[in-house]
């Protein structure tokens, strides 16, 4: 159980455009979803956590206008990346928590983002 | 604020061999400690974590780390790895309080024949 599913897996677009991204927990129902980005070779930093029914909270540094979170079910949120540019390029990967006391989070398998 | 430091960026191994990943963190209140491993272009699966009790910790895939208070340490052993096991892998902390994770920068580990 605890399986995390996001859509795309990749996706390629013009600096410009906006892009959806979903996440899925798809065999439980996460209170909690985290939105991480990775670049390469480097490790995960956290962008925000958001909680089904609220506003999420995002990191310092993170433009809360650029990537939208919405967290509107138990079973999914999405981040959208707003009038993306280049160096919005990233590995974008999502995790959740069946409850909120529980520690463990687990992990979808990434949407690659190649802004044009 | 935790902070969580992986000493290692790249740990090349022969096929079989042992394998030790260091991680070491620092906290002024209890966490919790974790180890995931990343496989190219895929996400990050839970190898194994420490909450509380016995320090000793048994994962999947044969890994097992050992939480020490005094050195502020969670090192990720294995006793014979595969090349499977080639991959990424970060430990991370959280704050039972907040709940954010924490990782470190990641080590490499590359199989060889």
């Known amino acids: 159980g605890a399986v995390v599913s996001q859509h795309p897996s990749w996706v390629i677009c013009k600096s410009g455009t906006s892009v959806k991204i979903e996440c899925r927990s798809l065999d439980f129902q996460a209170t909690t979803m985290f939105w991480y980005r990775q670049f390469p070779k480097q490790s995960l930093m956290l962008m925000a956590t958001?909680?089904?029914?609220?506003?999420?909270?995002?990191e310092q540094g993170v433009e809360k206008d650029k990537f939208l979170i919405n967290h509107a079910s138990l079973t999914l949120s999405t981040l959208t990346v707003t009038s993306a540019h280049p160096e919005d390029s990233s590995f974008y990967i999502c995790?959740?928590?069946?409850?909120?006391?529980?520690?463990?989070?687990?992990f979808g398998p990434g949407t690659r983002l190649l802004v044009l | 604020a935790q902070s969580v430091t992986q000493l290692d960026s790249q740990v090349p191994v022969f096929e079989e061999a042992p394998v030790e990943l260091r991680c070491n963190y620092s906290s002024s209140v209890s966490v919790y400690l974790f180890w995931y491993v990343q496989y190219p272009n895929q996400g990050l699966q839970l190898l194994l974590k420490y909450l509380s009790g016995s320090t000793l910790v048994k994962g999947i895939n044969g890994f097992e780390a050992e939480f020490n208070k005094s050195q502020t340490s969670f090192h990720l052993r294995k006793p014979s790895v595969h090349i499977s096991d080639t991959a990424e892998y970060f430990c991370a902390v959280s704050d039972p309080s907040w709940g954010k994770l924490q990782f470190g920068a990641g080590t490499q580990v590359v199989v060889t024949p």
């Open positions: 958001s909680n089904e029914g609220s506003k999420a909270t995002y």
């Open positions: 995790s959740a928590k069946r409850d909120r006391g529980e520690e463990t989070q687990y």
